[in-house]
């Protein structure tokens, strides 16, 4: 998979969930760009997409591997590397990021504690700067975690977001109380596989599911 694609991977300000929201040019970001896995960790595999690091990645994590070694794995594994954008968080809040000198400019990365933000083809570093300025405001008033999420992405697109549009996003987040299993029970899972405007719809849809969840409660 080929996108312009912008990402953010994150652990909660309670430090209790991991999260992963991005959107790109592409169809269906959401199933082949982010993998969770609760307890463990969050993978972002972007520009030219390998979904085989999403396995690998995580399953690294697992055997106690830092993300920094994970990184080297990866790389080990696939001749076309320099292609690729990877950000990768583990469960304690260690991050890293992957940028290829082959990933259409502007590429980059904001690696900070707790988060990490990747992007490439995108109108400058702005894009990444404004969701990490979003995700640390948000944070420290208590932002819904995946609320949140989506909030950085709709700053990243306020700040010129990729060059060539956004057709399709997605969000996931997973407390660390939820079993790690081959198909995670995740918090939310909520994506738009098709949409000239797919970031604001995904907010619509997030706060149309969170309403629906609450009424359920009742």
Same mark, same amino acid.
């Given at each position: 998979?080929?996108?312009?694609?912008?990402?953010?991977?994150?652990?909660?300000?309670?430090?209790?969930?991991?999260?992963?929201?991005?959107?790109?040019?592409?169809?269906?970001?959401?199933?082949?760009?982010?993998?969770?896995?609760?307890?463990?960790?969050?993978?972002?595999?972007?520009?030219?997409?390998?979904?085989?690091?999403?396995?690998?990645?995580?399953?690294?994590?697992?055997?106690?591997?830092?993300?920094?070694?994970?990184?080297?794995?990866?790389?080990?594994?696939?001749? +076309?590397?320099?292609?690729?954008?990877?950000?990768?968080? /583990? !469960?304690?809040?260690?991050? #890293?990021? =992957? $940028?290829?000198? %082959? *990933?259409?400019?502007?590429?980059?990365?904001?690696?900070?504690?707790?988060?990490?933000?990747?992007?490439?083809?995108?109108?400058?570093?702005?894009?990444?700067?404004?969701?990490?300025?979003?995700?640390?405001?948000?944070?420290?008033?208590?932002?819904?975690?995946?609320?949140?999420?989506?909030?950085?992405?709709?700053?990243?697109? +306020?700040?010129?977001?990729?060059?060539?549009?956004?057709? /399709? !996003?997605?969000?996931?987040? #997973?407390? =660390? $109380?939820?079993? %790690? *299993?081959?198909?995670?029970?995740?918090?939310?899972?909520?994506?738009?596989?098709?949409?000239?405007?797919?970031?604001?719809?995904?907010?619509?849809?997030?706060?149309?599911?969170?309403?629906?969840?609450?009424?359920?409660?009742?």
């Amino acid at each position: 998979m080929a996108g312009v694609t912008f990402s953010i991977v994150a652990l909660s300000s309670d430090g209790g969930s991991l999260g992963v929201a991005t959107a790109t040019r592409s169809l269906c970001v959401g199933r082949s760009v982010p993998a969770i896995a609760p307890g463990v960790g969050a993978v972002v595999t972007q520009a030219w997409t390998n979904r085989a690091f999403r396995h690998t990645a995580l399953e690294g994590m697992r055997r106690g591997a830092t993300v920094t070694e994970v990184l080297h794995d990866l790389a080990a594994m696939d001749l +076309a590397f320099s292609s690729r954008q990877v950000a990768l968080l /583990s !469960a304690s809040g260690a991050g #890293a990021a =992957h $940028t290829g000198e %082959d *990933t259409d400019p502007w590429a980059g990365a904001i690696v900070e504690p707790e988060l990490v933000l990747v992007g490439h083809d995108l109108v400058g570093p702005g894009v990444l700067t404004a969701m990490r300025d979003r995700f640390r405001d948000g944070a420290g008033q208590g932002l819904e975690f995946a609320t949140l999420l989506v909030d950085c992405l709709l700053a990243g697109d +306020a700040a010129g977001g990729n060059r060539r549009g956004r057709h /399709s !996003a997605a969000v996931l987040t #997973a407390p =660390h $109380t939820l079993p %790690d *299993t081959e198909w995670p029970e995740l918090d939310v899972d909520l994506r738009i596989d098709d949409h000239p405007d797919a970031i604001r719809e995904l907010a619509v849809l997030l706060g149309r599911w969170r309403a629906e969840e609450l009424l359920s409660d009742d």
